[in-house]
T-cell receptor, first 118, second 117 residues
Framework: GAVVSQHPSWVICKSGTSVKIECRSL??????MFWYRQFPKQSLMLMAT?????????EQGVEKDKFLINHASLTLSTLTVTSAHPEDSSFYIC??????????????FGPGTRLTVL | AQKITQTQPGMFVQEKEAVTLDCTYD???????LFWYKQPSSGEMIFLIY????DEQNATEGRYSLNFQKARKSANLVISASQLGDSAMYFC??????????????WGLGTSLAVNP
């Protein structure tokens, strides 16, 4: 099946530093990737839709300058949390969309990245 | 507005029994897709089952089946013969419109399922 990886799986950083999270589709090309944020015991919150070769589309309330998304190739999207603060601590999950059957697309998820900002 | 409602924050089931997780949706679109995902404590999201709005038959995938009642706008997940490994969070999600790579999903709040030995 379609495999999506994320790196790192967890990261601890100091307040004020920037953290980059990578999302890779390992065995398929993904023109579209999605970035989610999830707080403990809550649902997924879509942050942005990342399209290869173009600017990401951010959801309302998500700071573009805070969460920089780059989708430089058909297999790699990155999320950079700039000047991280403790309130940015969360579980970040990416997904990549792929047609699996005629008329059906499915999002395949990465394993997630747990970010802790001290 | 499009919305997914999961009314059961937590559910318990005895091992080997069947359990139904509720999901209702709201959309004005005629074409949409419904998904169920499982999220164990490790955090990864695991795709379970998909139902298209025009599919006449209920979707099934092994021990998972989707009870699709279009008129009631419900898409309940049925897990048969529960196993201890089924203990996890379960999310219902909806994609509005025809399938497309840039179609985002609308998520429910999830149901935490605990399988008792």
């Amino acid at each position: 099946g379609a495999v999506v990886s994320q790196h790192p799986s967890w990261v601890i950083c100091k307040s004020g530093t920037s953290v980059k999270i990578e999302c890779r589709s390992l065995d398929f090309q993904a023109t579209t990737m999605f970035w989610y944020r999830q707080f403990p015991k809550q649902s997924l919150m879509l942050m942005a839709t990342s399209n290869e070769g173009s600017k990401a589309t951010y959801e309302q309330g998500v700071e573009k300058d805070k969460f920089l998304i780059n989708h430089a190739s058909l297999t790699l999207s990155t999320l950079t949390v700039t000047s991280a603060h403790p309130e940015d601590s969360s579980f970040y999950i990416c997904s990549a969309s792929l047609f699996v059957l005629a008329g059906t697309s499915e999002q395949f998820f990465g394993p997630g990245t747990r970010l802790t900002v001290l | 507005a499009q919305k997914i409602t999961q009314t059961q924050p937590g559910m318990f089931v005895q091992e080997k029994e069947a359990v139904t997780l509720d999901c209702t949706y709201d959309t004005s679109d005629q074409s949409y897709g419904l998904f169920w995902y499982k999220q164990p404590s490790s955090g990864e999201m695991i795709f379970l089952i998909y139902q298209g709005s025009y599919d006449e038959q209920n979707a099934t995938e092994g021990r998972y089946s989707l009870n699709f009642q279009k008129a009631r706008k419900s898409a309940n997940l049925v897990i048969s013969a529960s196993q201890l490994g089924d203990s996890a969070m379960y999310f219902c999600a909806m994609r509005e419109g025809r399938a497309g790579n840039n179609r985002k999903l609308i998520w429910g709040l999830g149901t935490s399922l605990a399988v008792n030995p």
